[in-house]
């Protein structure tokens, strides 16, 4: 009676129907795996690379201050570009300038800085080193925040405002991938100007790149110091207040970095 109940048993065993059913699991598997699975790793690798990116960007503008204010005279900072490019674009080359007046007088007549920029494949965002600073703009909304703040300030006790203006410039446009180096020497030394204000005020007019506008992070930025005073999405005007006592002055001090290569 055994035997036969075995024999039954095994009737409905089929080794076709039950590797059709494995490999169709399988199959099954590495479909959710690469519709699902893969895009995601690549979105945290892109996501990865663009923070990465942020803290590259950093190193460079650390670069850029000790260049600038601790008179060092070559830096050279080796790092990793993924998911993207650094691409170095002249002063000359961008239409971004910053003007700055003490009434009628000007002060400085349409500094341009130029853009070390990182522009990532996958990534929505797109982040630069301009004139000290390093911002991050969306490329989907017409947005822009400030990673880390140039080098101006203010002191009270002197009633004195200190600008820093740096730009960059290159025998030629440059970009790289992958892995570079970013070679970086001062040419010259800065330009300097100390003016005691006619008045307690001095007006800064802004205007952006339309193509890379990075026009709300500057504005939040120069806003810490000054009234914003107008303008329109092109062209922005602040007026900086300053008190009468002791005299209101000015120091405008103007980098030229030249970047050998990237």
Do not use: C
């Not at 790793?41 to 590259?56: F, G, H, R, S």
């Not at 000007?106 to 390093?134: C, K, M, T, W």
Request: glycine content about 6%.
């Amino acid at each position: 009676m055994r035997k036969a109940g075995n024999r039954m048993n095994a009737h409905g065993v089929s080794e076709a129907i039950g590797f059709l059913l494995i490999f169709t699991l399988v199959i099954v598997g590495i479909g959710l795996v690469t519709l699902y699975g893969y895009p995601m790793l690549l979105e945290q690798q892109t996501n990865a690379d663009q923070k990465i990116m942020e803290k590259n960007m950093i190193v460079l503008q650390n670069d850029v201050k000790s260049l600038a204010y601790k008179t060092v005279p070559f830096k050279e900072t080796s790092l990793k570009i993924g998911s993207g490019a650094l691409i170095l674009e002249n002063a000359s080359h961008t239409p971004v300038s910053i003007k700055i007046t003490d009434g009628a007088i000007p002060l400085v007549n349409a500094f341009q800085s130029g853009d070390l920029r990182y522009e990532s494949v996958g990534a929505q965002s797109v982040i630069s080193l301009q004139n000290g600073a390093v911002v991050e703009r969306s490329t989907i909304v017409n947005e822009s925040v400030m990673i880390a703040q140039p080098r101006w300030f203010y002191d009270a006790y002197t009633n004195t405002m200190v600008v820093n203006l740096i730009s960059f410039n290159s025998s030629e446009s440059l970009s790289r991938a992958g892995i570079g180096t970013v070679q970086m020497e001062m040419r010259g030394p800065p330009r300097y100007t100390s003016t005691t204000l006619g008045s307690n005020t001095f007006e800064l007019q802004y205007t952006p790149d339309p193509a890379q506008d990075y026009d709300t992070a500057w504005d939040n930025y120069f806003l810490q110091f000054a009234d914003h005073n107008g303008g329109t999405s092109t062209t922005r005007y602040y007026k900086f207040r300053m008190p009468d006592d002791p005299d209101p002055t000015l120091v405008i001090k103007e980098y030229d970095v030249y970047i050998n290569s990237l």
